[in-house]
DNA sequence: CTGAGATCCTGTCTGC
DNA sequence: TGCAGACAGGATCTCA
């Protein structure tokens, strides 16, 4: 599920867990994407959140001595419950439990993960990230420059973490469709001019997104969990053979690096 | 180093 | 209805 706009919505409505005391942890499954730390209660129980941030769709728990960081893969969510609630879900695998309420880590596939670290900046999974679409320093000259030496599709350019974090399978269809850039395009064969385009139609997209988000708040953590994830005005994904918004075409699809791509080769020839 | 393909896992949908 | 197979919003790993 989640691509960055579902990280900052997640973010937003855990936000008042900072200054509060986690109490305890209990792992259930500790088999995510990798094997949760065993010590995980015994280093933070007791421990105050002094702040909860996103980088890049990671969440991080800022602890005086500890971070945790907190993926949630392809299908993660956290979810708020009363303290006492002892409602239980199907792949409910972590719980941290605060004074009067508790937050649930919940995820079918596993390919989430949680960890503990001394410093999340200089974590393996951090530390080789690429800059956020939203901040300044991903511009036009940074992405003209980095697409020089790549030899993938730019699609996969945009995906790749390492290049700029946030942007997965959704959006990058979406910004390229709204840059007008074709997805099988080799990066190096941008210009610096559409990069402009990529860099700018990223921020207003994601920035659109996480507005949206934030509007299904309460529909997104109600402790059945079961409502509908929000969906902003998608132009081209999950749209194939439907009719264009900007010209009479039908949107393709098509398979790029095992995954679905988007767009309209006419508007993005 | 790069890039392509396999891989982890469960749930849901489609077609026979 | 049953069941096999495809596919799903991620990202690492393995290998050429």
New binding site residues.
């Given amino acids: 599920?989640?691509?960055l706009p579902?990280v900052e919505t997640t973010l937003r409505a855990i936000k008042s867990f900072e200054e509060k005391i986690v109490e305890s942890i209990s792992i259930h499954n500790p088999?995510l994407?990798w094997l949760v730390d065993k010590d995980i209660s015994q280093k933070l129980s007791g421990k105050k959140i002094n702040q909860i941030f996103r980088r890049?769709?990671y969440l991080i728990f800022d602890f005086d001595d500890y971070q945790l960081i907190v993926?949630l893969?392809?299908?993660g969510t956290l979810r708020i419950m009363n303290r006492k609630d002892n409602f239980f879900k199907?792949?409910d695998h972590a719980e941290l439990i605060f004074e009067d309420n508790k937050l649930i880590y919940n995820d079918?596939?596993?390919?989430g993960s949680i960890h503990v670290t001394k410093s999340y900046k200089d974590h393996f999974?951090i530390s080789s990230l690429g800059p956020e679409p939203l901040s300044r320093s991903f511009c036009k000259d940074y992405l003209f420059k980095k697409i020089q030496?790549?030899?993938?599709?730019i699609k996969?350019f945009i995906?790749n973490?390492k290049n700029v974090v946030g942007i997965?399978?959704?959006y990058a269809s979406e910004i390229l469709f709204r840059s007008s850039v074709d997805p099988r395009r080799l990066?190096q064969t941008i210009s610096n001019s559409e990069c402009n385009l990529i860099t700018s139609n990223s921020k207003i997209i994601l920035k659109e997104a996480i507005k949206v988000g934030g509007t299904t708040l309460k529909d997104f953590f109600s402790a059945e969990g079961s409502a509908g994830?929000?969906?902003i005005q998608l132009n081209v994904y999950d749209r194939e053979n439907e009719v264009c918004v900007n010209c009479e075409n039908l949107i393709s699809k098509i398979t790029q690096?095992?995954?679905?791509s988007y767009f309209c080769n006419i508007c993005q020839g």
């Fill in positions: 599920m989640p691509e579902e088999n994407r890049a769709k993926h893969g392809m299908s199907k792949h079918p596939r596993r390919f999974l030496n790549s030899k993938t599709n996969n995906m973490q997965g399978n959704i990066a994830y929000f969906k690096n095992q995954r679905a």
